[in-house]
């Protein structure tokens, strides 16, 4: 495998966000997953969503683990900082980065294997912090590049392309989530664009963690008949229950919104989601029962997706820390050390 | 080898024998800091068990006028509060030391001995009809003997008082208590025996210009000076205390007057992998970050060390070691970690690694660290052990040069940015193998890929074999530069001669005592602490220009030594282990007695030279 420079032409007439940046700049490297990966088209999705709310590129900061999933971070905002980690552990990253300099935007891409095998300890972790991050999870429940193993997002009862049954449960990230108290999560699907964009853009603007668990079909090892993550079947067996349209704090709400059936969420920084309830007996702000719904449907075969739970703001890693608004690694030495007449009284203790 | 008779003014051993988490820690902190008030030099070393309460502990205080900081090997004064291990405490005492026992019970047979004097003190009695509260009536037993040796030892009632004025100056009921228990000790030691013993303290003026520390706390200040911000570590003896006293120095000094905001960050981490993953997401944002570890979590961390070595992320590490393999024993030292450490994670990768000797070199090699792992962007491993991370050792007062600012290497800044056409990550435009490096948020020009696997030196991911092989070998280069940027070796070669010492860390102390003995034995040798690897310059010389050289060093497998022969061009022919490895500290009989097994003729040989 080479790497291929994408080449940068961007036509006079392409539309230009408020930063003036068209869609072109949000692009990264040609991607090399196969023809009709799932995830290439999450990527396309991190474009249009970070285009269209003027992220800086620079002030996007990328993360992955390891795995095909992984790889995507390569393929989008060429000029934000990507870091491919270790397998599993790109959350301690991620954690160490934000630490370091709040102020920027953190995404991190992982996979079913990287967040629910290997990592599944850290993802953890990173939602009991309340790490300031979007996590994106694309779940296509095998292991692409070592051909085929079962992952343990896959469902009981389906079959790898080889022929043999997986009959151990999966463990569900949103289950998990909402479980381990994230304030926003949600399922999504590759192939919905529409639904997946806005919520990578509220995604991105929640402050806390943010997680969108992302079917995304495995073309070469899980797209066959018998796998419950193929396309075919999971577009039949996705259950859209709640819609969320993201609009930035300087944009007005235009849309006609039915009155009961949409409920606006006001974020920290005054962005708003406004979400519309497909399945009017669904309720995405309860969290018990919203878990209750979700494992309910599942057992019927069914994957509800959507923003399924939004709560409001709580504290985050940095509130939780006491740290200054400011990033860490812009605090001046001066402030940091206490010099030759602070170490002179710190040393009268050790005589 | 000859015993001749020790002076017994400000040169005898203490040790005290008790039960873990029965408060004995304050007493003998308060002992050995009123005999370096009285200013005579002295050294501690605790001996604790891997427990929270009940099992025996020890704890020793070597008082030492000619300021030596090892142990001697031998104990003038016991004082026996653990029935549990009399049979071994009283064994323990050299002929004509002394014993000292809490009298309130029947003296046990097992205390019997005709060639030391034995001292009954009733101290559970004493504690009992003075205090209330059973845990109160404990405390204040070891405070008791406290007062006891006091007395013996003719140690000073008022620096006692102050110290523990200073020591519970937010307490103040506290230090009448505490002073009410010495003076009770104090008291009966004075109406009941001849006081003080021939073996005792007198004022000298040794340690003036001089602190208390142990080697964690040291560390954990260099961090705050070296401008530490994001603090990541998971649990583990004998690295814990670092953590705490980092922690406690910013909760002290980097709160914010006006805002209240802290300055720090210090996550406490769900395991060592997510430690030392934090580190290097913080160092890689431009962070000054740390972790500390022992033995088992180094091990966890070598997967994330070859990233970091890799993808040239700094970062910097403290390994305080302790006793191995696997869990081995948590409370006791060992130098066992070095290989592990030089070469830790799978592939081609070697680390910088420091070998302080002492807590006042922690608190230097600290924030020499963090200047290392930016300049060469690679993470730095801070070996040090139990034995200086958590016992307490006179040092020269640590020093401060207000000029300092932190090194962070090839950093462009937002300006150089602006003026590069293009920027490449990897690439080797000074010809020293240090590429140049950006901070994400700056600018889009800045950013690149930080990946473990194969990349160029234009930092995008490759797999071809020319590429991948211009990269490594560029890492190679660096580690050329390292050796000029790492501190050198600590030379003594005033002996002269062509025999030597070489050693790291904290073997210093007792070889540096067995260098004054072996000179009064007639033996002159010349001695080498290296203080870094990659092996400098000096190193190689040093082992060149000497014919027999003594590797000393604390684990059972010569680790120094192969390292030694791994990298460096020296005959191993010449080199002769000196391994300590029993999870107690190096003494300096050790050192004297392996020397001299070499060096000196054995009779038989000597009298066939006197023959021919």
Request: glycine residues 8%; proline residues 5%.
């Amino acid at each position: 495998m080479t790497y291929l420079a994408k080449p940068k032409v961007s036509h006079p007439s392409l539309p230009r966000n408020a930063l003036g940046l068209t869609r072109r700049d949000y692009e990264g490297s040609l991607s090399t997953l196969c023809a009709g990966c799932g995830h290439d088209s999450i990527t396309a999705a991190i474009v249009e969503a970070c285009w269209g709310i003027d992220i800086e590129p620079q002030n996007l900061v990328k993360l992955s683990g390891i795995g095909c999933s992984s790889k995507t971070t390569a393929y989008f905002v060429s000029g934000g900082h990507g870091f491919n980690s270790v397998h599993g552990r790109m959350p301690s990253i991620a954690t160490g980065a934000n630490a370091a300099n709040r102020e920027l935007h953190y995404i991190g891409v992982s996979g079913d294997g990287d967040t629910l095998s290997i990592g599944l300890g850290q993802f953890c972790h990173a939602i009991r912090r309340n790490l300031d991050m979007l996590y994106i999870i694309e779940n296509n429940g095998v292991y692409g590049l070592t051909k085929g193993q079962f992952s343990a997002s896959a469902d009981v009862g389906t079959k790898a392309k080889k022929g043999e049954t997986n009959f151990q449960p999966p463990i569900d990230p949103v289950l998990l989530a909402i479980t381990l108290g994230a304030t926003f999560v949600a399922r999504s699907f590759s192939g919905d664009k529409k639904q997946l964009v806005p919520l990578i853009q509220a995604g991105l603007r929640h402050k806390g963690f943010a997680l969108i668990d992302v079917l995304s079909p495995c073309v070469t090892f899980n797209d066959h008949e018998g796998s419950t993550k193929s396309y075919a079947y999971t577009r039949e067996h996705y259950e859209p229950a709640v819609h969320a349209d993201f609009i930035p704090p300087e944009r007005e709400i235009v849309a006609d919104y039915q009155e009961g059936e949409t409920l606006p969420v006001v974020m920290h920084d005054g962005s708003r989601i406004v979400l519309h309830k497909l399945d009017a007996g669904y309720d995405p702000t309860n969290r018990a029962a919203a878990a209750t719904q979700i494992q309910e449907r599942m057992k019927a075969g069914e994957y509800l997706t959507g923003l399924l739970y939004v709560g409001s703001a709580e504290k985050d890693f940095h509130d939780l820390n006491d740290t200054p608004d400011t990033a860490l690694n812009k605090v001046p030495y001066e402030k940091l050390s206490p010099g030759s007449k602070g170490l002179a009284k710190i040393l009268e203790r050790y005589r | 080898m000859s015993r001749t008779p020790a002076p017994r003014v400000n040169d005898f051993v203490i040790k005290i024998a008790t039960v873990n988490g029965t408060g004995s820690a304050s007493a003998n902190t308060l002992l050995m800091k009123a005999i370096f008030r009285s200013g005579v030099p002295v050294m501690g070393k605790n001996y604790f068990p891997s427990n929270i309460q009940g099992l025996p502990t020890w704890y020793e205080i070597r008082v030492t006028k000619d300021g030596y900081v090892a142990r001697s090997g031998r104990v003038d004064i016991m004082v026996a509060m653990n029935a549990e291990t009399y049979a071994r405490d009283v064994k323990e005492v050299m002929p004509g030391g002394y014993l000292i026992y809490d009298s309130t019970w029947p003296r046990p047979a097992l205390l019997k001995r005709e060639d030391i004097t034995v001292l009954g003190v009733p101290l559970a009695k004493m504690c009992n009809e003075n205090f209330n509260g059973v845990r109160t009536r404990i405390l204040m037993k070891n405070i008791c003997y406290a007062g006891v040796l006091a007395a013996l030892l003719d140690l000073d009632i008022e620096q006692i008082r102050q110290l523990l004025a200073d020591t519970y100056a937010k307490k103040p009921q506290l230090v009448d208590s505490n002073m009410k228990a010495v003076q009770l000790g104090y008291d009966y030691a004075k109406q009941h025996f001849a006081c003080p013993l021939p073996l005792h303290v007198e004022k000298m003026t040794k340690t003036g210009g001089h602190i208390m520390i142990d080697g964690n706390t040291a560390a954990a200040l260099g961090c705050v000076f070296a401008g530490a911000t994001v603090a990541a570590w998971y649990p583990i003896t004998p690295s814990t205390s670092l953590m705490d006293a980092f922690k406690a120095f910013c909760e002290q000094l980097r709160v914010d007057p006006e805002t209240g905001r802290k300055n720090f960050a210090f996550i406490q981490a769900e395991d060592e992998l997510a430690a030392i993953g934090m580190t290097i997401g913080a160092m890689w944002n431009g962070a000054r970050a740390f972790t500390a570890t022992s033995g088992p979590g180094l091990s966890l961390m070598t997967e994330f060390l070859g990233l970091a070595y890799y993808a040239e992320v700094p970062a910097v590490i403290f390994d305080i070691q302790r006793v191995g393999p696997s869990t081995g024993m948590p409370t006791r030292t060992q130098q066992c970690d070095l290989i592990a450490a030089a070469y830790a994670s799978h592939g081609d990768t070697r680390h910088v690694c420091l070998y302080p000797s002492n807590p006042e070199e922690c608190f230097y090699m600290a924030v020499q660290a963090f200047d290392l792992a930016e300049r060469l962007q690679t993470p730095v491993l801070v070996m040090s052990d139990l034995d200086i991370g958590m016992n307490d050792w006179m040092c020269r007062e640590l020093q401060w040069d207000d000029g300092y600012r932190p090194d962070l290497g090839k950093m462009l800044s937002e300006e150089q940015i602006r003026q590069l056409d293009k920027f490449y990550r990897y690439l080797d435009r000074d010809g020293d193998g240090i590429p140049w490096r950006t901070l994400p948020g700056v600018h889009p020009k800045a950013a690149y890929f930080t990946r473990g696997s194969g990349h160029t030196q234009y930092g995008v991911y490759t797999e071809d074999a020319a590429e991948y092989q211009i990269v490594v070998d560029r890492l190679k280069k660096k580690w050329e530069t390292a050796k000029k940027l790492v501190p050198r070796a600590v030379i003594d070669a005033t002996a002269g001669g062509d025999i030597g010492i070489v050693s790291l860390g904290s073997c210093d102390g007792a070889i540096r005592e067995a260098l004054d003995v072996l000179e009064a034995e007639g033996v002159r040798v010349n001695y080498m602490r290296v203080r870094s690897f990659p092996f400098t310059e000096d190193v190689e010389c040093f082992l060149a220009a000497h014919r027999l050289l003594f590797v000393v060093e604390q684990n059972r497998d010569a680790q120094f030594r192969s390292l030694l022969t791994l990298e460096t061009q020296v005959d191993r022919s010449k080199l002769r282990s000196l391994l300590h490895y029993n999870g107690l500290p190096i003494s300096s009989s050790f050192i004297v007695e392996g020397v001299l097994e070499e060096v000196r003729p054995r009779p038989r040989e000597q009298a066939l030279g006197a023959a021919g």
